[in-house]
């Protein structure tokens, strides 16, 4: 006779295996949501903090790009904890590359950045709980309690330009060569008996419009409302809207702009192929940048003119965020770093 061997305890050690098994999936599935949620909810405190900090970037001042990163603490609860809450030390500087897309240089001084970096990240990640760990721990294995989740948003600045002149290339010298010069804009009727002209009032995308929008665009400049105006994006390459013109109500709004609203400072403007003629009907490609430093208007006489100092550089269309009032901010993705 055979002996039937008891094998009734073999069923508890499957359905605890199985328990277990099932605890480890369980455990899996809720770590998995909670570091998602956490890296989706930190992603979107980084990104609500980059942007305002990334506004207070042409002041120089790292006081207040802190003091805009930081802002929205109070309804950044992201993990729901106080000790997570960003600091001025997450905030850093960097040089955005616009023609590559690319961050090109991290940890840039803040008096040449372009961008600011907000990041938790490394051994300041966002801390997180781990559900998996106590059932771990219970099977003898050792394994963190928390798990740091990195995030980082990087918002760039760029200049958007609303001076309404645009220089004729023959101005530039070298490119960084500043030189001072008297900006003359074309003639109404294309004669030039001193054959000085050099400019043309431009209006930027919008061929339609005359003097008024010319004086409206020095409005535009001041406030960055829009007023209507046309003005983006503009790149080497965009073909803009020329002027002629030397009425004095132009000038004089240009006059009041330069001499007595904003004193003292280097203002973004376009430099177009030009050399012949400002016409209307025919949009001229931005062909390089220019700053320059109004230092007088004359509105009497022949030629009138605006004196100013003069640089030329293809680079300022992005960089120049020292020389204008209104400005562009975006964020951008950094591949480098993996996020």
């Known amino acids: 006779m055979q002996l039937v061997k008891d094998e009734s305890g073999s069923v508890i050690v499957l359905v605890t295996l199985m328990i ?12 998995t949501g909670q570091l998602t949620y956490t890296r989706n909810q930190g992603q979107s405190a980084v990104d609500a903090a980059a942007l305002p900090a990334v506004s207070a970037l042409p002041s120089r001042d790292p006081n207040q790009v802190n003091a805009r990163a930081v802002a929205f603490n109070a309804t950044n609860d992201y993990v729901a904890s106080g000790t997570d809450a960003l600091k001025s030390t997450d905030v850093s500087y960097v ?7 690319n961050v090109e240089r991290y940890n840039e001084p803040i008096a040449t950045a372009n961008g600011v970096r907000v990041a938790r990240e490394g ?18 294995m050792s394994t963190p309690g928390t798990q740091n989740v990195n995030v980082s948003a990087v918002a760039t600045i760029s200049t958007k330009p609303a001076i309404p002149i645009a220089l004729w290339s023959n101005v530039c010298g070298a490119v960084g060569e500043e030189k001072t010069t008297e ?3 074309q003639h109404p009727d294309q004669k030039d008996d001193t054959d000085s002209e050099n400019s043309c009032w431009t209006t930027f995308l919008d061929c339609s419009s005359g003097a008024k929008d010319i004086k409206a665009l020095f409005k535009v400049a001041e406030e960055c409302s829009g007023g209507g105006a046309n003005l983006g994006p503009i790149e080497i390459g965009t073909p803009i809207c020329q002027n002629r013109g030397q009425a004095n109500s132009a000038l004089g709004h240009a006059e009041d702009f330069f001499m007595k609203d904003h004193p003292d400072r280097w203002w973004l403007v376009p430099v177009i192929g030009g050399g012949g003629n400002c016409d ?13 430093y109004p230092t007088a208007v004359t509105k009497t006489g022949n030629p009138k003119t605006i004196t100013a100092k003069v640089v030329c550089d293809p680079k300022y269309g992005n960089e120049f965020i020292d020389g204008n009032l209104c400005f562009n901010h975006r964020l951008v993705r950094e591949p480098g770093k993996g996020y």
């Open 20 to 31: 277990v098994l099932l605890m480890v999936m369980v455990g899996l599935g809720l770590d």
């Open 95 to 101: 040089y955005y590359n616009f023609t590559t897309n």
């Open 123 to 140: 051994g300041h990640g966002i801390t997180t709980p781990m559900f998996l760990t106590p059932l771990m721990n219970l099977l003898g």
């Open 183 to 185: 900006i003359k804009m």
């Open 280 to 292: 209307p009907s025919n949009p001229t490609k931005v062909t390089s940048w220019a700053k320059i």
